[in-house]
């Protein structure tokens, strides 16, 4: 969407949209993959061949080729986490989340930080829910590593595109920003938060990717009103 943005191909304000959207999909690929759906990337794959070729002509060949895009991004996702596991799996990283205390700020600046050294956020957030539910990580410490893996994904995207013209910089900024106004406001209601996850999610391992996915799909909904003037101040 960047690159997009600085072709002037979109404008700044509805790739900002796009952005929250994307953020929501990553949210949503955390709880596909906390439900080992792998069989799945190599279904998709195999019946979009299959449409493509067979029914090239008619209106399911192009659903064939959905279906191969789908399927091909649910298998680089698979490889990320696979590629990144000696990472996360370290018992230096392990012993580090093991012993942070339950300090919001000190857990998000550390799960911002594993997040850029291991380049996904979706790997970190499941890495996160692995620890909290074996009950090496506490909950509320979980939750903090999540608010500061979304803020460490906004990291990223500034870093990558860094050298980029300037146009096409201002929307992994605008994320960023999104993301830390989001984070700090959310900062105060994590006790309440974490009580109604307790009451509503049965496990720990799904309380904390539910509070991933809804905590996107509330930064979603309330800046999708405000992207207009936040383009405008970015610009």
């Excluded at 792998?38 to 209106?59: A, C, E, N, Q, Y």
């Excluded at 942070?100 to 050294?117: K, M, R, S």
């Excluded at 979304?150 to 910089?169: D, F, K, W």
Aim: net charge neutral.
């Amino acid at each position: 969407v960047a690159s997009f943005l600085g072709r002037s191909l979109v404008t700044l304000s509805a790739a900002l949209a796009v952005m929250l959207g994307a953020d929501v999909g990553t949210s949503l690929m955390a709880v596909v993959f906390s439900l080992d759906l792998s069989w799945l990337s190599p279904l998709l794959i195999f019946l979009g061949v299959v449409l493509f070729v067979t029914r090239d002509k008619t209106t399911a060949g192009p659903l064939g080729r959905v279906a191969i895009g789908l399927g091909l991004i649910l298998l680089s996702l698979q490889l990320i986490g696979e590629a990144t596991r000696p990472l996360t799996e370290a018992p230096p990283v392990r012993a580090l989340l093991a012993a942070l205390p339950n300090e919001v700020l000190l857990d998000i600046l550390v799960g911002a930080a594993l997040t850029v050294l291991s380049y996904s956020s979706l790997a970190i957030v499941l890495l996160t829910a692995t620890l909290a539910a074996s009950g090496m990580v506490p909950t509320t410490v979980a939750l903090g590593l999540v608010l500061g893996a979304n803020i460490g994904s906004g990291v990223l995207a500034v870093l990558s595109t860094a050298h980029s013209p300037m146009a096409a910089r201002r929307l992994p900024i605008g994320n960023l920003v999104v993301k830390l106004i989001g984070c700090a406001l959310m900062l105060p209601l994590l006790g309440v938060v974490h009580v109604e996850l307790q009451q509503w999610v049965p496990t720990v391992h799904q309380q904390v990717v539910v509070f991933h996915l809804v905590f996107n799909i509330l930064l979603a909904a309330t800046f999708i009103g405000l992207t207009a003037p936040l383009a405008r101040t970015l610009e």
